[in-house]
C-alpha cells in the first residue's frame, strides 16, 4: 500500500448490474466496508454495465465490488472489465464479484481480470481482509 493509500480512505463502488434485483446482500457489504473505514458508493439497482463503468470512473475507485445474483455474470462481467480498459481504468482498480456463481465459472472469471469470488456464507473480516492486501496503490 503506498503512501498516498494510507493517507485517504480506500474508495469503493459497490454495483448491482443488469436485471438482478436482489440487493440485500450489497447492502450488507457495504455497509460491512463502511464499517472497515472504506469510502463506499452504491450503484442502486439494475445498472448497464456502461453506467457502472462510468460510475467507477468518474469516482475513481479503487475498487469495484459487482453483486450478481442472475446468473447472468459471464455477459455482464465482460462488458464492465472491457469499459473500464477502454477508459485505461482496469489495471487500477481490483474487482470483486459476489454472489452465487458456479464453481466452473470462478475460474473464467479470474481469467477475465476479477481479483476474487465471494459466494454465500463468506466472512465480511475475509473479503475487507483481502481488500487491504490487494487494493491497487496509486
Do not use: W
Not at 453506467?51 to 465482460?78: F, K, M, R, W
Not at 485505461?88 to 452465487?100: Q, R, Y
Amino acid at each position: 500500500m503506498s503512501v498516498d493509500q494510507t493517507q485517504r480512505s480506500i474508495r469503493c463502488l459497490v454495483a448491482k448490474v443488469g436485471l438482478d434485483g436482489h440487493d440485500r446482500g450489497a447492502h450488507v457489504i457495504a455497509r460491512a466496508f463502511r464499517d472497515a473505514g472504506f469510502e463506499v458508493i452504491y450503484s442502486g439497482l439494475h445498472k448497464a454495465p456502461d453506467e457502472i463503468v462510468q460510475a467507477a470512473v468518474q469516482e475513481d475507485v479503487d475498487v469495484l465490488g459487482i453483486s450478481i445474483l442472475s446468473g447472468a455474470h459471464n455477459t455482464l462481467v465482460p462488458k464492465v472489465i472491457e469499459g473500464l480498459e477502454e477508459y485505461d481504468a482496469f489495471e487500477d482498480t481490483l474487482i470483486l464479484v459476489g454472489g452465487v456463481i458456479p464453481d466452473e465459472d470462478k475460474a473464467e472469471l479470474k481469467e477475465m481480470g476479477v481479483a476474487e469470488v465471494f459466494g454465500p456464507g463468506t466472512k465480511m473480516a475475509d473479503t475487507i481482509q483481502f481488500v487491504r492486501e490487494n487494493v491497487p496503490e496509486r
